[in-house]
């Protein structure tokens, strides 16, 4: 008898750990919930394999880099985005959360503006039977701007089973009239397959998931008046391929790796925090921190040579955000003083984040 229950429970024990995920609302982001993704140049891996109860071993993946994806609730934005994705939006358009994305080259086209394009931010709407993504916001000169997309286009549908497919397309057309003269155009299609499920290892643990890939095709087209008349030009299409391995109540894709016209061009996971010091650049920025040791005040002074947005973040030792301070478009000496006087003597990580990269500090209180 103790033998059969014994069996028995095994048998249970291996159902369990095989068992095929479903996907809900509830494994996906909300407002205010923030998760830490490391980033891996381990291109070289197989990420296109997949199956019924699949082991996918990426244990092995480096971090070389980190970042926190933060997922704003709308209150956060401006008058104007607030009352164009708030409460008082049109049902359609009422997002869940806001975060920042590169779908649209800023960076490159603000070099040849008179004005400066920063901070595009994703509006999205979650519900119980899809997450969409409903429109952009764009800051010109410091002032966010807001964009719905016309063709509101459906990430997930929910919920998610194993040979669960879907369809969606997403228009989005972007006016920065009468600021300047200039427009874009975003058409996007996509198929949606979960084409697997098991047991993912990364770095980080082991995980009942369901592998969902994402086939895109995009076309981008940009109209401007700076060089000669008003002209349309398009992007070359892009066709990207995105893999992504999905746990329960994880908020976030575990793991995802991002093929574009073929080739492996991102990988990012969760992990915890490991000190590195994501995506430091050499800014022109002569940094001044103190004291450190920590009293009370921290006081932030630096010289910023080139106008941008500004922003100070506090972590503790596990990466946990502390405060958060906007500071919107700076030049010339910046200054600032954080107060600490309420948080627990320990070690600290402040980050001073510009337009031209992030330079993080390590403080002891």
Not at 46 to 70: E, H, I, P
Not at 145 to 162: A, C, G, H, M, W
């Amino acid at each position: 008898m103790i033998k059969y229950l014994l069996g028995l429970s095994i048998l249970f024990s291996a159902q369990f750990i095989v068992a095929q995920v479903t996907l809900t609302a509830s494994s996906f982001p909300g407002a205010n919930d923030t998760v830490r993704m490391s980033q891996s140049n381990d291109f070289n891996l197989d990420y296109v394999s997949t199956g019924a109860n699949f082991n996918w071993d990426f244990s092995s993946l480096l971090a070389t880099s980190q970042y926190v994806r933060q997922y704003n609730p709308i209150g956060f934005a401006s008058i104007l985005i607030f009352t164009t994705y708030g409460p008082l939006a049109s049902t359609p358009y009422r997002a869940s959360y806001f975060n920042t994305t590169q779908d649209l080259p800023l960076d490159q086209l603000s070099q040849f503006l008179p004005v400066t394009l920063s901070d595009l931010n994703q509006y999205t709407k979650s519900n119980n039977d899809s997450i969409t993504s409903i429109g952009y916001s764009i800051s010109v000169n410091g002032q966010g701007v807001p964009f719905k997309s016309d063709t509101i286009e459906t990430r997930y549908k929910l919920p998610l089973n194993f040979n669960d497919q879907h369809f969606s397309r997403g228009y989005s057309y972007i006016d920065l009239n009468p600021i300047i003269d200039v427009k874009f155009k975003q058409y996007r299609q996509r198929h949606t397959t979960v084409d697997g499920w098991g047991s993912l290892t990364t770095p980080k643990g082991t995980f009942p998931v369901l592998r969902i890939k994402h086939e895109i095709d995009e076309i981008d087209s940009v109209y401007q008046t700076f060089f000669g008349p008003g002209t349309w030009f398009g992007t070359p299409p892009i066709a990207r391929t995105e893999y992504e391995w999905f746990g329960l109540n994880k908020k976030e894709w575990l793991l995802k790796a991002v093929l574009t016209n073929g080739n492996v061009t991102s990988v990012e996971y969760q992990e915890d925090y490991l000190g590195l010091d994501a995506g430091i650049q050499d800014m022109d920025l002569n940094n001044m921190v103190y004291p450190n040791p920590v009293q009370d005040l921290i006081h932030v002074q630096f010289e910023l040579l080139k106008s941008s947005q500004v922003k100070i973040t506090l972590m503790d030792i596990q990466g946990k955000l502390v405060q958060t301070l906007d500071m919107g478009m700076k030049s010339g000496n910046v200054q600032t003083v954080l107060n600490t006087e309420n948080l627990n003597k320990g070690a600290y990580f402040l980050r001073i984040q510009t337009k031209e990269g992030i330079v993080n500090y390590k403080l002891i209180k």
